[in-house]
């Protein structure tokens, strides 16, 4: 399988990068490198994530990285990687 990730988010987690990088640059570079390995074991297991609880859809799985929700799409051949979030009140 292969991993897409949807222009929504590319754009929210080069956000969440900079915003941890303006604290610390090393920090941002090891959040974005444990979440790498993380999306990058989806394949192997994907239906191990929970059925997500923002999609009405079986194929849509909730990936929980350090407090985010990652949603993704299992789509035959692929994982589309669609958003990220924290959840906040």
Known sequence: MI???DEQ???KFT???NFISKDSINRADIFKNDLKKHIELIPH???KARKSKWF????IRDLIFKGYTIP???DEN???ILDIFKWER
């Open 9 to 11: 988010f590319i754009e």
């Open 45 to 47: 297991f994907p239906y």
């Open 15 to 17: 956000h969440i990068y």
């Open 56 to 59: 009405e859809d079986e194929q």
């Open 3 to 5: 991993i897409l990730y």
């Open 78 to 80: 692929k994982i589309v």
């Open 72 to 74: 993704y799409l299992i």
